[in-house]
Nanobody, 124 residues
Framework: QVQLVESGGDLVQAGGSLRLTCAAFGTTGSIVSIKTMDWYRQPPGKQRELVSAITTVGGTAYAESVKGRFTVSRTNANNTIYLQMTNLKPEDTAVYYC???????????????WGQGTRVTVSS
């Protein structure tokens, strides 16, 4: 099994910044590699959407709505992904979820792993 633990969500004013962190842990074995780690978000009353993704070799992708404002990064050594969010807007208000796919551990490979979410609220 794989556990993803997010942190960093908070209440912030429009124009402000936040940094989200997600750390992956193997609960039944040690993590060997993680193919892709992503950030999704679910605004109030809306569906979950992809915000940003990063591969093992550092390839990144962003939703159009966050390009130029959000930066995703990753530390493979400790299986951690970050999302630096700047110039936050009220429409960025959402629960942000960490997602990791194809996590290889000493106990097996696990797909489609989700964290519990961290709430970001941007006031106008």
């Amino acid at each position: 099994q794989v556990q993803l633990v997010e942190s960093g969500g908070d209440l912030v004013q429009a124009g402000g910044s936040l940094r989200l962190t997600c750390a992956a842990f193997g609960t039944t074995g040690s993590i060997v590699s993680i193919k892709t780690m992503d950030w999704y978000r679910q605004p109030p009353g809306k569906q979950r959407e992809l915000v940003s993704a990063i591969t093992t070799v550092g390839g990144t992708a962003y939703a159009e709505s966050v390009k130029g404002r959000f930066t995703v990064s990753r530390t493979n050594a400790n299986n951690t992904i970050y999302l630096q969010m700047t110039n936050l807007k009220p429409e960025d208000t959402a629960v942000y979820y960490c997602h990791a796919d194809r996590v290889s551990t000493t106990a097996g490979t696990f797909y489609d792993n989700w964290g519990q979410g961290t709430r970001v609220t941007v006031s106008s």
